[in-house]
């Protein structure tokens, strides 16, 4: 069982920049996949950047170059700085996590709305 927090989301405008952080409830070594993914309007939720077993990186095409994931362990966080944002990265950005006990189960966290546009 975690709890996943998200903060960080916003209005901003085409080229700028915002960092959302998402805490989880329990230390996040024993999170086997932690990361990001969005929903856009009338889309699929889609992958962002995660961090998967232990410390892989996966990354989306779409964000790459401008996108950021790391992590804070210390403080059972992890971040995506998103730079040089698009209107096109307007969505809900959701916190994710998979346990390693339960690996079969996905944890969410409500969701943050970002919003680019001019």
């Known amino acids: 069982q975690v709890q996943l927090v998200e903060s960080g989301g916003g209005l901003v405008q085409p ?3 915002l960092t959302l952080s998402c805490v989880a409830s329990r230390r996040i070594f ?3 996949e932690m990361g990001w993914y969005r929903q856009a309007p009338g889309k ?3 992958l962002v950047a995660t961090f998967t077993s ?10 790459k170059g ?3 994931i790391s992590r804070d362990l210390a403080k059972n ?4 700085q998103m730079n040089s944002l698009k209107p096109e ?18 944890y969410w966290g409500q969701g943050t709305q970002v919003t680019v546009s001019s």
């Open 15 to 17: 080229g700028g920049s």
């Open 30 to 32: 024993i999170i086997n």
């Open 44 to 46: 699929e939720r889609e």
């Open 54 to 63: 232990g410390s892989r990186l996966n990354v989306a095409d779409s964000v």
């Open 66 to 68: 401008r996108f950021t």
């Open 77 to 80: 966080t992890v971040y995506l």
């Open 89 to 106: 990265d307007t969505a809900v950005y959701y916190c994710h996590a998979v346990l390693t006990d339960t690996p079969s189960r996905d």
